[in-house]
Nanobody, 115 residues
Framework: QVQLVESGGGLVQPGGSLRLSCAAS????????MSWYRQAPENERELVAS???????MYSDSVKGRFTISRDNAKNTVYLQMNSLKPEDTAIYYC?????????WGKGTLVTVSL
């Protein structure tokens, strides 16, 4: 069955970096766009970045220039490199893809940006 497993979250100081990974299984990974979302306490889940099957990327304005999404189809993994982290980046980060109109989500990984 479809599985998305995020990893790489943790506690980091402002200005620091983290790289998140999302390992996918149960579907033909290379055929699908993948996305990273995040949800901060008391906020709605928001789109952070997406990458198509052709590796075309898009970013939310809040992370543009600081975050980079990439994918390794040989490893069935999508990454989110996060640089120049700010306290407002603190959230649970989820990866997602959509197949036949149904969204599949991982369980998320917590990123905390704090002194």
């Amino acid at each position: 069955q479809v599985q998305l497993v995020e990893s790489g979250g943790g506690l980091v100081q402002p200005g620091g970096s983290l790289r998140l990974s999302c390992a996918a299984s149960g579907f033909t990974f290379s055929n699908y766009a993948m996305s990273w979302y995040r949800q901060a306490p008391e906020n709605e889940r928001e789109l952070v970045a997406s990458i198509t099957s052709m590796k075309i990327t898009m970013y939310s304005d809040s992370v543009k220039g600081r975050f980079t999404i990439s994918r390794d189809n040989a490893k069935n993994t999508v990454y989110l490199q996060m640089n120049s982290l700010k306290p407002e980046d603190t959230a649970i980060y989820y990866c997602k893809f959509r197949k036949y109109g149904m969204d599949y989500w991982g369980k998320g990984t917590l990123v905390t940006v704090s002194l």
